[in-house]
T-cell receptor, first 114, second 114 residues
């Protein structure tokens, strides 16, 4: 079975600062990896995904993530935080043999200070 | 991008009552899922549905739960006799025809059991 660990339930950054949200996964087979964002009282929006190919993936709103197999990590970064980035971020993993169901981490709440 | 829709957006019910949550999927998708998110907790997989059959269900998805595609388009989650602990946000999601786990989420139904 696969699992996801997100380090830090709450991350606070200043506007314009680097955003780094950490995600480590566990999977016995090659995983597909995702970051979703949830704004207050809204559903889950896909930020970016890694399936195969290039290990550095770019998503919406200037976010990117790098798949590092040796470290079993898929950390999410953004060079310069914006106030509108304040939200909850979920890392998720799926594998083909399990109907591609998503296993989520506990989430990281990102706060952006002016 | 077409959107997955869910109705109702908020449902309040008394303990022991039956509720039906509805999802209108995007056409041409093969996999359908229900997830739930208890307030302040991570998103949890409930059930996956493929080719008009349940393909996998979690431990949470006990005999009180059922899923259907009654008219070949809408996708429903029924809770037969609600409990207080069923209070949560319920999300339906669809997997694209390409598989690989990318899923499109609806906005969710907030279920409150009193």
């Amino acid at each position: 079975a696969q699992s996801v660990t997100q380090l830090g339930s709450h991350v606070s950054v200043s506007e314009g600062a680097l955003v780094l949200l950490r995600c480590n996964y566990s999977s016995s087979v090659p995983p597909y990896l995702f970051w979703y964002v949830q704004y207050p009282n809204q559903g889950l929006q896909l930020l970016l995904k890694y399936t195969t190919g290039a290990t550095l993936v770019k998503g919406i709103n200037g976010f990117e993530a790098e798949f590092k197999k040796s470290e079993t990590s898929f950390h999410l970064t953004k060079p310069s935080a914006h106030m509108s980035d304040a939200a909850e971020y979920f890392c998720a993993v799926s594998v083909g043999g399990s109907n591609y169901k998503l296993t989520f981490g506990k989430g990281t709440l990102l706060t952006v200070n002016p | 991008e077409p959107e997955v829709t869910q109705t109702p957006s908020h449902q309040v019910t008394q303990m022991g009552q039956e509720v039906i949550l509805r999802c209108v999927p995007i056409s041409n998708h093969l996999y359908f899922y229900w997830y739930r998110q208890i307030l302040g907790q991570k998103v949890e997989f409930l059930v996956s549905f493929y080719n008009n059959e349940i393909s996998e269900k979690s431990e949470i998805f006990d005999d009180q739960f059922s899923v259907e595609r009654p008219d070949g388009s809408n996708f429903t989650l029924k809770i037969r006799s609600t409990k207080l602990e069923d209070s949560a946000m319920y999300f339906c999601a669809e997997g694209g025809a390409s598989g690989r786990g990318e899923q499109f989420f609806g906005p969710g139904t907030r279920l409150t059991v009193l």
